[in-house]
């Protein structure tokens, strides 16, 4: 098998992977990063959104090896309960969590946007995240609560 | 051509449990050695929030004790009392009433304790800013007291419980006290509509909804709005296709819950609390019944706006067209 | 019964050419990735365990994008986000620009290319339409031969096109158009983001004193692959009034050849085009 070496998280990581399997199985299986969730494997959910190379994509349609060389961030990677990110704080307080098996690919999504654009208006967030997709809260809370953060 | 319209529709819909089973939940507090309450029910928390909603209640019976003081234990009916199904809309009215007998219990337990430290009877006692002060303004701590309990070997720990109301099974002519609260809403929905292509863009929903007493407002915010969008997909977007009994739309690519550009970016929820005659709450479910106008309301709009009713769901750009061009067959 | 152990190898080539050289080596079992959107769900969907993928993202040459002379070049590796951050771009093609915007989310975006999406050749594809009023050329080479091929001749049906097993498409390029032309693209699918055409449609029109001078429109989702609207030279010199809208309307209509499917019927199709023709050439009669 061939050697994937890669840096998450700011850790630099070497492991035997099969090229094909999905990046996202690679970070839950082999890592034990379980925050990064699985809603649908093809690209259509934003569940499992990483940053690869500062830029947001969906870690289902990265074959593992894509990820060679490169520097990857989860959502554990951005903040935890003791130590959250603004992004998290934020979108708590607003109520823009309620199940939240959506709520870290949503993060990813708005720092992947802050990366890039630390002063976002409300339509590029929104856009942000239109590749997210949400069953329990309609959205807009999750939008007040990344421009909220940007506030802060 | 876009055109505007607007669409009106109410619903009411029971909850609790119906027609004749019991519905029943049990609130556990215990006072433990760090000063915090630990509360436990087996009540499922899928996201809409019923440990948040619990936590505020007994804060509020406890004289507005500050919520860190306040520690949830994880759901399991293994290791917490029962709670119910959470279904039927029921968890706030019922857990939510449980919860408000539990902390009256662990309350009365505390005056009658600290009454002895204060040399005065426990109905002297008053409990705020976490102490206990008799009339003459003397006060005993929270350490104070659980000392105390342990000396005089008292477990301050309670139960408290809830039953709402009994219902029967309906006769045979569908008569007979079934439910016990009903909720009611009205929904405005505004909406613009492609005269050529059929589709339609919902612009904003006014929702106007009796809950009874609201107890948490943004959980009640965020049930209306998640409720809302959820039923505009089922009005717009979600269809369940199957051909020989296979479903076609078996991922998120073919059956289609609304995206972020689906809905509007105004849902605003407003809150008519009409309080429920039994329990101390007046609180009635909530969360089915956000669902319920949605459809019918957008349905009323489209017709508003384009005169025309579609009558399958989901509204999607081709039934829309077709119920157009039906009604307009040279257009 | 066949046992598929063997594992999959994944190739970083640096150059071209060793690109080139690797795919004649595995041939059919030999696969490039560039966003790997499509490839990945085909491969699942097919059940189908290459020999070998070949990602073609680390090949400098591929990651050119260049406007000069007005004349626009986009290499294999350039992700849709990419080229929406170039500003000289969206400015003068804002209707290329929304056809991008409506493809996938920023995750797609972020690796997807707009190559990838002519290598797919899906009648949905939605930069096609965009690309065929705007008459790109698709250029492939084998490392040492090059061909130009317009976008018309090189996407033969679904999932068909004119590639030779040894090549890769290395860039496509376009020709600004002069600002005299106004362009829109317009998409309907059965919700407003993360969703595939149900039909697309991209129009290129320019008037000389009010009467039209030059039209191009293509549709999508109509048909096996893109359809350019022919016949419109009909139209030429007409002034752009309700009645010639009908006209192009019927012209239109007249091109496409849809079929039932899961998202929707034929004759919806067919009633949005008319829509959407409609649609687009009054938002222009509004500019003007
Ligand atoms: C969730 C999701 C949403 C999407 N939404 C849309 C949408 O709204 N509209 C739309 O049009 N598409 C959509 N797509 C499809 C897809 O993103 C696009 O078609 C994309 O442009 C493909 O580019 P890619 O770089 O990812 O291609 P890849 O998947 O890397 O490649 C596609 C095919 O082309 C071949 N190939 C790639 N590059 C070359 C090359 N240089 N030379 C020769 N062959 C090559 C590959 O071997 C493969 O067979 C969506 C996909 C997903 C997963
Ligand atoms: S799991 Fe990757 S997008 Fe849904
Ligand atoms: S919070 Fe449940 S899916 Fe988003």
Not at chain 2, 15 to 25: I, K, Q, R, T
Not at chain 3, 175 to 189: D, N, Q, R, T, V
Not at chain 3, 248 to 254: D, K, L, P, S
Request: glycine share 8%.
């Amino acid at each position: 098998m061939p050697t994937l070496k890669m840096i998450v998280n700011n850790e630099p990581i070497t492991l035997e992977v099969d090229a094909l399997r999905p990046l996202v199985d690679v970070l839950r299986e082999d890592l034990g990063l379980l925050g990064t969730k699985v809603g649908c494997r093809e690209g259509e959910c934003g569940a499992c959104t990483i940053l690869l190379d500062g830029k947001a994509v969906n870690s289902c349609l990265i074959p593992a090896m894509r990820a060679h060389g490169c520097s990857i961030v989860t959502i554990e990677g951005v903040g935890d309960v003791d130590n959250p990110h603004p992004v998290q704080v934020s979108i708590t307080e607003e109520g823009g969590v309620q199940c939240g098996y959506c709520t870290p690919g949503f993060v990813m999504s708005a720092v992947g946007l802050l990366n890039k654009s630390p002063n976002p208006t409300e339509a590029e967030v929104r856009e942000a995240i239109s590749g997210n997709l949400c069953r329990c809260t309609g959205y807009n809370r999750i939008v007040k609560g990344i421009l909220k953060s940007v506030e802060k | 051509m876009k055109k505007k319209g607007i669409g009106f529709a109410s619903a009411w819909q029971g909850s609790n449990l119906h027609f004749g089973h019991p519905d029943v939940s049990t609130v556990l507090i215990e006072l433990r050695e760090d000063q915090k309450f630990y509360v436990g029910v087996a009540a499922a928390d899928l996201g809409q929030g019923i440990p948040e909603t619990t936590a505020l209640i007994v804060s509020r019976v406890l004289g507005n004790l500050p919520l860190d003081k306040i520690v949830m234990i994880d759901p399991d009916t293994g290791a917490t009392p029962d709670g119910g199904a959470t279904g039927a809309s029921r968890q706030t009215s019922v857990t939510g009433n449980a919860a408000f007998n539990a902390a009256n219990n662990m309350l009365d337990l505390l005056k009658s304790v600290s009454s002895e430290l204060l040399n005065t009877s426990p109905s002297e006692v008053e409990f705020k800013s976490a102490a206990f002060f008799n009339q003459d303004g003397e006060n005993v701590t929270l350490s104070d007291v659980i000392d105390e309990a342990k000396n005089i070997g008292t477990s301050l720990s309670v139960i408290g419980s809830f039953k709402a109301p009994s219902t029967e099974d309906l006769d045979e002519k569908g008569q007979g006290y079934g439910v016990n609260q009903f909720g009611y809403a009205t929904y405005v929905a505004e909406v613009e509509v492609d005269t050529e292509t059929g589709e339609v863009d919902v612009l904003k929903i006014s929702t106007f909804v009796d809950a009874g007493r609201i107890i948490r407002k943004i959980g009640a915010e965020m049930q209306v709005e998640g409720g809302v969008t959820m039923a505009l997909g089922h009005t717009l977007t979600e269809e369940f296709k199957q051909e020989n009994g296979w479903p076609l739309t078996d991922s998120f690519t073919t059956y289609l819950i609304p995206s972020i550009y689906d809905v509007p970016p105004e849902i605003s929820a407003h809150f008519v609390e009409e309080e429920v005659p039994f329990g101390q709450l007046g609180a009635k479910g909530l969360a089915e019944l956000v669902l319920v106008p949605v459809a019918p309301a957008v349905i009323n709009a489209i017709y508003d706006a384009v005169g025309v009713y579609v009558t399958s769901l989901p509204a999607t750009p081709e039934r829309v067209l077709q119920a157009i061009k039906d009604q307009t067959p040279d257009l | 019964m066949e046992v598929k152990s063997e594992r999959t190898e994944y190739l970083f080539p640096k150059l071209i050419d060793e690109a080139c050289k690797l795919k004649e080596k595995f041939g059919a079992g030999g696969r490039f990735l560039a966003g790997g959107t499509d490839l990945l769900l085909l491969l699942d969907q097919l059940n189908e365990k290459p020999k070998a993928l070949i990602d073609i993202n680390r090949i400098p040459e591929l990651k050119t994008f260049t406007i000069s002379d007005s004349l626009v070049t986009i290499g294999a590796a350039v992700t849709y986000n990419e080229i929406l951050e170039n500003n000289e771009l969206c400015q003068q093609l804002p209707f290329l620009e929304k056809a991008i915007r409506s493809i996938g989310g920023v995750q797609v975006r972020n690796m997807a290319t707009l190559v990838g999406n002519i290598a797919n050749a899906s009648p949905a594809g939605d930069s096609l339409p965009a690309l065929y009023v705007l008459k790109a050329k698709v250029c492939t080479t084998d490392g040492t031969n090059q061909r130009e091929i317009a976008i018309e001749d090189f996407i033969l049906g679904v999932r068909k096109i004119n590639l030779k097993p040894n090549e890769l498409i290395s860039h496509i390029k376009f020709k600004l158009p002069k600002p005299a032309f106004h362009g829109e693209f317009e998409k309907i699918g059965l919700r407003k983001a993360m969703a595939i055409s149900l039909v697309s449609l991209a129009l290129l029109i320019s008037l000389d004193e009010l009467k039209i001078d030059e039209i191009y429109i293509a549709l999508g989702s109509v048909a096996p692959t893109v359809v350019n609207v022919g016949g419109l030279d009909a139209i030429i010199g007409k002034p752009l009034n309700q009645k010639t809208i009908a006209e192009i309307v019927a012209i239109a209509a007249n091109n496409a050849k849809p079929i039932d499917d899961v998202r929707g019927s034929a004759e919806y199709r067919r009633m949005a085009i008319t829509g959407m023709v409609k649609r687009s050439l009054n938002k222009f009669i509004d500019k003007n």
